[in-house]
């Protein structure tokens, strides 16, 4: 199926409404299973979740050849998987914060 670029009515800065709406949306609704995040994390986590989506959801229905007409649920999904992945990435970086190099110096010493 090849990729067909969106005409101006339907899409803004080259993105579908649908596609934005359904990738936030999902992004959304995941948030609601990660309770251990903070607030400024939290709108990180809903706009890379609905950024990551917006991007790959052309690239999944391109390389799975699925149908245009699923393109909304792709959307939607790749929205929730992208934002659960967030608050696994934010406790990667707290705990390489927490590792102990021993060429480096401890600052509260």
Same mark, same amino acid.
């Given at each position: ?25 999902? !992004?959304?609704?995941? @948030?609601?299973?990660?309770?251990? $995040?903070? *607030?400024?994390? +939290?709108?990180? %986590?809903? #706009? ?11 690239? !999944?229905?391109?390389? @799975?050849?699925?149908?245009?007409? $699923?393109? *909304?649920?792709? +959307?939607?999904? %790749?929205? #929730? ?29």
């Amino acid at each position: 199926m090849p990729l067909q670029p969106p005409t101006p009515e339907d899409s803004i800065a080259g993105i579908k409404y649908g596609v934005l709406i359904f990738s936030f949306l999902g !992004a959304a609704v995941s @948030l609601s299973y990660a309770k251990e $995040l903070t *607030r400024p994390q +939290a709108v990180t %986590a809903v #706009l890379t979740g609905t950024a990551v989506a917006v991007m790959a959801t052309p690239m !999944a229905l391109h390389y @799975l050849d699925l149908p245009a007409s $699923l393109e *909304r649920a792709v +959307a939607f999904f %790749a929205g #929730l998987a992208a934002m659960r992945a967030v608050p696994v990435f934010f406790t990667l970086i707290d705990r390489l914060r927490d590792i102990k190099l021993p060429w480096l110096s401890d600052p509260k010493e």
